[in-house]
C-alpha cells in the first residue's frame, strides 16, 4: 500500500547543530508539504512544494529549508538548531485536490 | 495568522450521545473546508471535508455543516464511542493546495 513515512521519529539535539528530517511518499504526489505542531497553535505550515525542483516557504519558515530533487522526498533541513525549534514535525502529500494525507511525526528536541 | 479557529479548546461528551464541534474562519473567500482527526502520537486523519458551493455533506457517522454567512464550520459526531476521543481540528483553503489550520478541539469521551 501506498504510503509517507517520516525519519527518524524521535530525535534529540544539540544547539546550534544541522539536523534534517526524512519525509518519503510512495503515492507519486505532487504536492508535499512540512508543518510544525505545537501546543495552541495547531498545525503550522513551514515549506511546501509542487514539484520536483519547487520550493516554497510558509508562514514559519525561518531556520529551516527544503529541496526536492524527487518526487517521493522532500527533507526539511534545520540549519543551526535553536531550542525554539523544539516541536513536532509532520510531513504530508496531496495530489489533485485539497485533501493532504499526513506521516506519523517526528518529535524533535532541541537542548 | 491563523484563518482558521475554534470556539472551544475542549469537549467532554457522554459515549453514545452526539458530539458538535465548532469551527470559525475568516477568509470569506476560503472555498475549501475539512476536518482531520489526531490521536495521540498519531499523525492527523482525514475525516470529512466540503468545498464552498455546499452547506452539508455526510459521511459515516460525521457530518459536515458550512454556513458562509456567519463563516461557520461545525462537524457533527452521531453516537459518540470511545474510540472518537482525539483531537480534532478544522482547516480550510482558498485557490490553491495549501491548509490553514486552527488550533483544534480535544474530544473526551465518558463512559
Known amino acids: 500500500d501506498a504510503e509517507i513515512t517520516q525519519s527518524p521519529r524521535h530525535k534529540i539535539t544539540e544547539t546550534g547543530r544541522q539536523v534534517t528530517l526524512a519525509c518519503h511518499q510512495t503515492w507519486n504526489h505532487n504536492n508535499m508539504f512540512w508543518y510544525r505542531q505545537d501546543l495552541g497553535h495547531g498545525l503550522r505550515l513551514i515549506h511546501y512544494s509542487y514539484g520536483v525542483q519547487d520550493t516554497n516557504k510558509g508562514e514559519v519558515s525561518d531556520g529551516y529549508s527544503v529541496s526536492r530533487s524527487n518526487t517521493e522526498d522532500l527533507p526539511l533541513t534545520l540549519e543551526s538548531a535553536a531550542s525554539s525549534q523544539t516541536s513536532v514535525y509532520f510531513c504530508?502529500?496531496?495530489?489533485?485536490?485539497?485533501?493532504?494525507?499526513f506521516g506519523p511525526g517526528t518529535r524533535l528536541t532541541v537542548l | 495568522g491563523e484563518s482558521v479557529g475554534l470556539h472551544l479548546p475542549t469537549l467532554s461528551v457522554q459515549e453514545g450521545d452526539n458530539s458538535i464541534i465548532n469551527c470559525a474562519y475568516s477568509?470569506?473567500?476560503?472555498?475549501?473546508f475539512i476536518w482531520y482527526k489526531q490521536e495521540s502520537g498519531k499523525g492527523p486523519q482525514f475525516i470529512i471535508d466540503?468545498?464552498?458551493?455546499?452547506d452539508k455533506r455526510q459521511g459515516q457517522r460525521v457530518t459536515v455543516l458550512l454556513n458562509k454567512t456567519v463563516k461557520h464550520l461545525s462537524l457533527q459526531i452521531a453516537a459518540t464511542q470511545p474510540g472518537d476521543s482525539a483531537v480534532y481540528f478544522c482547516a480550510d483553503s482558498f485557490n490553491d493546495y495549501k491548509l490553514s489550520f486552527g488550533a483544534g478541539t480535544t474530544v473526551t469521551v465518558r463512559a
Open positions: 477568509n470569506s473567500a476560503s472555498d475549501y
Open positions: 466540503i468545498r464552498s458551493n455546499m
Open positions: 504530508a502529500s496531496s495530489e489533485g485536490g485539497n485533501e493532504q494525507f
